[in-house]
């Protein structure tokens, strides 16, 4: 059948919406006619298709990177949307992930239930940092509950060796002069300066990665979606899964406490200094502490854990200002509050967790 991307999308009427429902037909999808179609940002088509009885398909093109990476013409966000249910993920956590429906490999595009009425993090904390309790406490859960599925079993299974995440983070020390005079944006020098700073604490967290649980990878604020969540019963979706493998779960939370971070510097007011100052930290302080609080009340986490969340943490600040660099040239005062938190997290994250969540309960994950 003709792809939906060639032409029949987005006009939902006439001859093209007809193409895309015999193209889901072909597929063994018939939920009736399409009301609405909504596209999305993103490095490949996504698009959401809404039906007249009420649910909606999401159809992405499959990312030819992670294709490669499987040999599968589907990617890996089929097989690890499959795999959850198999893993032994609590229906809760399952319940906020996209649950697949169909893949057309002539076509590279993947089917899956779409998560209708939600809003992103991004979104949603676009005008203030504060995420109501009930919201951070649901995102924590469900974040632990696809942590602790037990994975040793599936991860020493052949059939997932592409799925086996190595660590992703290269190291800076050995930058030529080339390399440095080819990196993208005004500021590189600073960012690269920033990066070989933490080296050190970068290859511990190297040392210490492993196949330890399932990770999403990727729980930035795009991929973090809440439905409700000024209400008493949010409901979290984790979407995006190309990129989840197995992998250290650090990695996901310090992801996490990065993005309140990250949010939290784009209304701080004056430069690195005001930091000094504890009052500055009070919001996300609030967020981090009651997500890493919720968290684990689902998954326990020894001293060191948290020290290598805070560390993963310093890493997605330092990750977002690269990706500054790449988009608009320049870190400005957003990409240099990133850069100072994010070497204090790597360097000394006992420091920055003793104010990020101070009054822990001494025996709390030992």
Known sequence: MPSPW?????????????????WLASLGIDRGDIVRTETFTARNSVAMLHFEDGTALLLKKVDPATSK?????????ETMLRLLPEAGVPQFAQAAVPRFVAAD????TLVMEGKTGFISMREFTRNSPVIPVPTLVSLASVTAGIHRAPVDRIAADPRY???????????????????LASGPGMDYFDYAAAMQSVDESVARLRDGWGPKSLVHFDLRDDNVLFKDP??????????DWELAGFGDPMLDVGTVVGQLLIRWLHTVRGDA???????TWAT?????????TAYEHGAALSAEQRDDAFRYAGLATLMYAA??????GSLGRIGHLCLFVGRKLLTDPQGLARLLSPGRPAKAGA
């Open 6 to 22: 060639g032409g029949a999308l987005p006009d939902e009427s006439g001859p093209a919406k007809a193409r895309t429902r015999s």
């Open 69 to 77: 990476a499987v040999g599968t013409a589907t990617g890996n966000e």
């Open 105 to 108: 490999p002539e076509t590279e």
């Open 161 to 179: 060796a592409p799925q086996l995440i190595d660590f992703p983070f290269a190291s800076f020390v050995t930058l030529t002069p080339a390399e």
């Open 230 to 239: 000024d209400g008493a019963q949010p409901r979290v979706a984790l979407v």
């Open 273 to 279: 200094a005001s930091l000094s100052r504890a009052d």
């Open 284 to 292: 996300v302080r609030r967020n981090v502490g009651l997500f890493l």
């Open 323 to 328: 990706g500054r660099l790449e988009q608009i």
